[in-house]
Nanobody
Framework: QVQMVESGGGSVQAGGSLTLSCAAS????????MAWFRQRPGKGREGVAA????????DYASFVKGRFTIFLDAAKKTVQLQMNSLKPDDSGIYYC???????????????????WGHGTQVTVSS
């Protein structure tokens, strides 16, 4: 049974940093894409960062470029999201996701991902 478990969320002041981790297990083969999404209060789920596990290509939402970095530890089947210069607008629930398809049209589209974690809360205070 596939499981994806996020950790590392918490509360931080604006300008601070957090590192989220996602431990994936139960996959018979390594997913081709792993990504982080978030859902802010009153908003829909939006893509934050994605990584192609084979070529390590990455894609970032414009609102996190230069502040967030996605890392993959393939051996440990863990994907991390290093978040720096956090803003109050970054507050929300962050979800880890995985996709089996090798070719996906939009790496940050939630519809492309089959497996999801339950999320971890990130709160950034001003």
């Amino acid at each position: 049974q596939v499981q994806m478990v996020e950790s590392g969320g918490g509360s931080v002041q604006a300008g601070g940093s957090l590192t989220l981790s996602c431990a994936a297990s139960g996959f018979t083969t390594t997913p081709n894409w792993m990504a982080w999404f978030r859902q802010r209060p009153g908003k829909g789920r939006e893509g934050v960062a994605a990584i192609y596990t084979v070529g390590r290509d990455t894609d970032y939402a414009s609102f996190v470029k230069g502040r967030f970095t996605i890392f993959l530890d393939a051996a440990k089947k863990t994907v991390q999201l290093q978040m720096n210069s956090l803003k109050p607008d970054d507050s929300g629930i962050y979800y880890c996701a995985a996709a089996s398809k090798r070719m996906i049209l939009v790496a940050l589209a939630p519809s492309q991902y089959e497996w999801w974690g339950h999320g971890t809360q990130v709160t950034v205070s001003s």
